[in-house]
T-cell receptor, first 110, second 115 residues
Framework: KQEVTQIPAALSVPEGENLVLNCSFT??????LQWFRQDPGKGLTSLLL?????REQTSGRLNASLDKSSGRSTLYIAASQPGDSATYLC?????????FGKGTRLHILP | ETGVTQTPRHLVMGMTNKKSLKCEQH?????MYWYKQSAKKPLELMFV???????ENNSVPSRFSPECPNSSHLFLHLHTLQPEDSALYLC??????????????FGPGTRLTVT
């Protein structure tokens, strides 16, 4: 049974710092891994999708990597800003099984 | 309207009521999803529809009844709910399902409170 873990559960960093969020999964047989952000009481915004054959994806200040063999993905945020404060979720997919982690709640201190 | 919309945004219902949640996607996608997000728990996938056919049902109680009349609309019919069903219900869509290249796009959610 696939399990997805995100560590840490919460993180506070000063504005301007680079930071890394972690996502691990127990079954490497996945189609893709997707990173989302969620603002309080809102829906999810897709950030990056990495297919199982890919190693990383980049969008602006965000870079996500995938190491399928070790069951790990990281989301790197460069030069963090207060607007980056949100909960970041990762999800892995195989067929129609989509499993989410509990998320990392990120707070960027001005 | 763009993206994925959900109505209502907030709903309070008694345990004996019947209500429906509506989702509409304006992206031309072929697959739609219902998720439940409870406090302190990960998002849980409830149902998956592909071209109006239900392809996944994750052991959801029968008091939740989905309906997909066409590829743009998805409903979740609710009846005889329990207080533990209070949660944020999220709808999502994707262009396809097979393989790994299809991103999911989410709506804003319906905050449901069962009293």
């Amino acid at each position: 049974k696939q399990e997805v873990t995100q560590i840490p559960a919460a993180l506070s960093v000063p504005e301007g710092e680079n930071l890394v969020l972690n996502c691990s999964f127990t079954d490497s047989a996945i189609y893709n891994l997707q990173w989302f952000r969620q603002d309080p009481g809102k829906g999810l915004t897709s950030l990056l999708l990495i297919q199982s054959s890919q190693r990383e994806q980049t969008s602006g200040r965000l870079n996500a990597s995938l190491d399928k063999s070790s069951g790990r993905s990281t989301l790197y945020i460069a030069a963090s800003q207060p607007g980056d404060s949100a909960t970041y979720l990762c999800a892995v997919r195989r067929y129609d099984k989509i499993i989410f982690g509990k998320g990392t709640r990120l707070h960027i201190l001005p | 309207e763009t993206g994925v919309t959900q109505t209502p945004r907030h709903l309070v219902m008694g345990m004996t009521n019947k209500k429906s949640l509506k989702c509409e996607q304006h992206l031309g996608h072929n697959a739609m999803y219902w998720y439940k997000q409870s406090a302190k728990k990960p998002l849980e996938l409830m149902f998956v529809y592909s071209l109006e056919e239900r392809v996944e049902n994750n052991s959801v109680p029968s008091r939740f009844s989905p309906e997909c009349p066409n590829s743009s609309h998805l409903f979740l019919h609710l009846h005889t709910l329990q207080p533990e069903d209070s949660a944020l219900y999220l709808c999502a869509s994707s262009q396809g399902r097979q393989g790994g290249r299809y991103e999911q796009y989410f709506g804003p959610g319906t905050r449901l409170t069962v009293t």
